[in-house]
């Protein structure tokens, strides 16, 4: 396994292009308190430059997110009585899918037992490459075996404490050495793409590393993942390698961070800065 230094470059884009060209996102996202989750997912992944995004979330919550986003759509979907995304909605789900090219699965859609069955289901179903993050990941960490079962790649972004529950090692054990558990984590797995958040994030697959460079404490805020989460589904969609889309979506997520700490510091820096920078962000890259 050997390391990558050098950044992907920006793909040009064709002036008789269309936003079919550039990717059709599916966020599978959102719960009751964690709307703002979904929402920032969802709108960095168009900021990424995906063409279409649509954001799939349960049905008494739609019209709350959709009041909050302009450029992205909406799709209701069944839910439980604790208003997560219900198991009822998997085949629903699995046929609306096939309209898209990337399926991002958790950003805050909750731990409940039906939505982490309905997510479970979905990984050993879907015929699409996967971004899994969050409450995604939380689930997964119950069968981590159905990731040797996914049809295409899937690309997950722990922070520690979500690989501490995805593997069964405290987050103190996994801390100190990072690159060999994560290594470890995707030995075999030729389809699993890992994304482990944290000072100099790491991203690995079977093959190579990076370790990121790019990105300051200020990050160290809630929400800041999903951001990361909509970005790399978005540079996927745009026919970057997983591992490119990955090391990239890193890259510039901790650029903008940067950039943004610049004109707000780091005490109040919060996601939507760097949402709000991202432009900057790939235009200075």
Wanted: with cysteine; aromatic share 6%; net charge neutral.
């Amino acid at each position: 396994m050997y390391e990558v230094t050098e950044i992907p470059k920006i793909l040009p884009r064709s002036p008789d292009s269309h936003k079919g060209n550039y990717g059709r996102i599916l966020v599978l996202a959102g719960s009751v308190g964690m709307t703002g989750a979904a929402c920032l997912c969802s709108s960095a992944a168009l900021r990424a430059g995906a063409g279409i995004v649509t954001l799939g979330i349960p049905e008494s919550l739609q019209g709350v997110v959709a009041s909050k986003l302009t450029c992205v759509m909406t799709r209701p979907l069944p839910e439980t009585h604790a208003k997560t995304l219900s198991d009822r909605g998997w085949q629903d789900i699995l046929d609306f899918a096939q309209q898209f090219d990337v399926v991002t699965i958790g950003p805050g859609l909750s731990q409940y037992p039906e939505t982490k069955r309905l997510i479970l289901r979905l990984l050993q179903a879907l015929d699409h490459p996967v971004v899994l993050d969050a409450d995604g990941i939380n689930a997964l960490a119950d069968n981590p075996e159905i990731l040797d079962q996914v049809k295409k790649p899937i690309i997950l972004t722990p922070h520690p404490g979500e690989m501490s529950r995805l593997i069964g090692v405290p987050t103190k054990e996994i801390q100190p050495k990072r690159l060999e558990v994560s290594q470890r984590f995707v030995s075999g797995r030729r389809n699993v793409t890992l994304v482990l958040k944290g000072f100099r994030t790491i991203v690995v697959n079977e093959e190579k590393f990076y370790i990121n460079k790019t990105g300051n404490p200020g990050m160290a805020t809630a929400g800041v993942g999903d951001v990361l989460t909509g970005i790399v589904a978005a540079l996927l969609g745009q026919h970057y390698s997983p591992f490119d889309a990955a090391q990239l979506g890193v890259y510039l997520h901790g650029l903008a961070g940067d950039i943004a700490v610049q004109k707000i510091g780091e005490v109040s820096l919060i996601a939507t800065d760097i949402l709000n920078y991202l432009p900057k962000a790939f235009l200075t890259y």
